[in-house]
């Protein structure tokens, strides 16, 4: 906490988001990401499909959270398949807060950063940074070098040179992302310190939404569970989930009049599993009356909660 000039507290506001990390195949995103969360994910889908979905790490600061999202690494596509994983790839660069463009620095700035540079700058995101990886090894020279070559790919709000490897500037990295984050709240639990499923995650953002929307009239009766994700050949996910509550009352608030209530939820919760996925996501929410689900040990694990004997 700061003190302003008065003496008077001033909370910095906390910030929250998502990370992209861009670059040619083998520029060291991976290795960053690890190094980023310290060795541990919080947060990992090391599951099937991997073409199409990255991993993501959550990376937590005292004021900040950071959504780190790993991505296939871009090359120019020589096929049909390569087009697909690019358009995957890309996708992310839609919707981020940050995107971190890696360029090694052992390798010449080259045609493929170029292309990937391309879509760098064609990006949304408020903040991009230039990252030049592998500094270990490289002399102080080429980074140099490498450094000015990068900078003239597009148009870089910051720049800066590490090593995942040898720990070299990861924490300045993180720093430096999390204050260009916009303020919000830790998405994630600080504690998280195990995988959270597809389908975890997916009812956590539900949940939240249902909580923010209708603090008062649906206190903690509400439970979510994510029927089922189908990764769609094309890229998309269609997704299921039910939202439970014990009364019938308690439905009709969660609905809203004429549907417009879980229409909200439903828009709401899209938007952050899109981003969290990085792809288009149709959510089908249906909500279901369980009179004292609370009171089945079996439901309670079955919604993620943690029963106690
Ligand atoms: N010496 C050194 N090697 C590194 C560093 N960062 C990454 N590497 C190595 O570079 C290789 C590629 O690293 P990855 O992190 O897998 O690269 P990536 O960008 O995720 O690769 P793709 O998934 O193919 O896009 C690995 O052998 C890493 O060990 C670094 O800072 N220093």
């Known amino acids: 906490m700061e003190k302003d000039a008065k003496g ?7 910030r929250s988001g998502f ?22 994910l919080a947060i990992t889908s090391p599951v099937a499909q991997t073409t ?18 790993d991505t296939p690494g ?55 940074l230039l990252v030049i990886t592998k500094a270990d090894l490289a002399k102080p020279d080429q980074v140099r070098a490498q450094l000015d070559a990068a900078s003239a790919l597009a148009k870089f709000d910051d720049a800066m040179v590490i090593s995942a490897k040898e720990g070299f500037n990861v924490d300045s990295f993180v720093s430096l992302v999390g204050e260009h984050l916009p303020e919000g709240p830790r998405w994630f639990p600080e504690d998280m310190d195990c995988d959270a499923t597809d389908e975890e995650l997916v009812a956590e953002f539900v949940r939240e939404k249902v909580l923010n929307n209708l603090r008062q009239e649906v ?27 014990e009364r019938e009352g308690q439905k009709g608030i969660v609905i809203g009049k004429g549907g417009q209530m879980i229409k909200r939820i439903g828009t709401q919760a899209r938007h952050d599993v899109e981003r969290l996925f990085d792809t288009k996501v ?21 919604l993620g909660y943690d029963y106690e004997e």
Do not use: Y
């Open 219 to 245: 206190p903690h009766s509400v439970g979510v569970i994510c029927d089922d994700i189908d990764w769609r050949k094309d890229g998309l996910a269609s997704i299921r989930a039910t939202i439970i509550v």
């Open 19 to 40: 990370v992209a990390l861009v670059g040619r195949p083998s520029v060291g995103k991976s290795t960053l990401l690890n190094a980023a969360v310290g060795g541990k």
């Open 52 to 69: 199409r979905r990255r991993m993501r790490a959550v990376v937590n600061t005292p004021s900040s959270q950071l959504v780190i999202v």
């Open 282 to 302: 149709f959510l089908d929410l249906q909500v279901r009356v369980q009179p004292q689900w609370r009171r089945d040990r079996n439901e309670i694990r079955r």
């Open 8 to 14: 008077e507290k001033n909370e910095a506001p906390f």
């Open 74 to 128: 871009l090359h120019k596509p020589k096929d049909a398949l390569g087009k697909e994983l690019n358009k995957v790839a890309l996708g992310e660069l839609g919707d981020v807060d940050v995107v971190a463009f890696l360029v090694d620095a052992t390798k010449p700035v080259g045609r493929g950063d170029e292309w990937v540079a391309k879509h760098v700058a064609a990006s949304r995101a408020p903040f991009k």
